[in-house]
T-cell receptor, first 113, second 110 residues
């Protein structure tokens, strides 16, 4: 089945630790995205990548880092510099075409303890 | 920020009634899309309307777009309890950069 997979579903982190969220897609999409969603809020763009080995900052990139070494994978690292990392993180992918939709993973809920 | 805004933030209706939610955005767009999110899950695409279109239908969904006012509306007709979810508009700029609104939480009471 084609789709986009995020893991783990739930993640707990101690303050001061870095943590990496996984996102894998087998849709052969060039573009991938990371969003952050806070309770009752919309989605805010963290980073996006239009092609392998290239990525751009979104609206709230501070305290986060990404890599895009393979077309299928776009991991997000939440660093200790992120002051308020507890949130729901969503990964998405799309074709690099106009008038195309985004496909989402099921999300990772990160809690700092 | 390119994030749009939706209203109302929350909407509660009886089963069988129609639900209307609105989206306002800030910049020129290639297209506007609507997505649905069940609690704690990822988003699912519902419908896309291009910048040169004014209205589009898909089943019980009707979307309008007014680019002069930078606004869109989503109408769900004959609502069902299973329509209970959050609904987000997404503006697409620069080819495929997706910016999502703040969402409308819809509750359909059986």
């Amino acid at each position: 089945d084609g789709g986009i997979t995020q893991s783990p579903k739930y993640l707990f982190r101690k303050e001061g630790q870095n943590v990496t969220l996984s996102c894998e897609q087998n849709l052969n999409h060039d573009a991938m995205y990371w969003y952050r969603q806070d309770p009752g809020q919309g989605l805010r763009l963290i980073y996006y990548s239009q092609i392998v080995n290239d990525f751009q900052k979104g609206d709230i990139a501070e305290g986060y880092s990404v890599s895009r070494e393979k077309k299928e994978s776009f991991p997000l690292t939440v660093t200790s510099a992120q002051k308020n990392p507890t949130a729901f993180y969503l990964c998405a992918s799309s074709q690099r075409l106009e008038n195309t939709e985004a496909f989402f993973g099921q999300g990772t809920r990160l809690t700092v303890v | 920020s390119q994030q749009g805004e939706e209203d109302p933030q929350a909407l509660s209706i009886q089963e069988g009634e129609n639900a209307t939610m609105n989206c306002s955005y800030k910049t020129s767009i290639n297209n506007l899309q609507w997505y649905r999110q069940n609690s704690g899950r990822g988003l699912v695409h519902l419908i896309l309307i291009r910048s040169n279109e004014r209205e589009k239908h898909s089943g019980r969904l009707r979307v309008t777009l007014d680019t002069s006012k930078k606004s869109s509306s989503l109408l769900i007709t004959a609502s069902r309890a299973a329509d209970t979810a959050s609904y987000f508009c997404a503006t697409v700029i620069g080819g495929n950069q997706f910016y999502f609104g703040t969402g409308t939480s819809l509750t359909v009471i059986p």
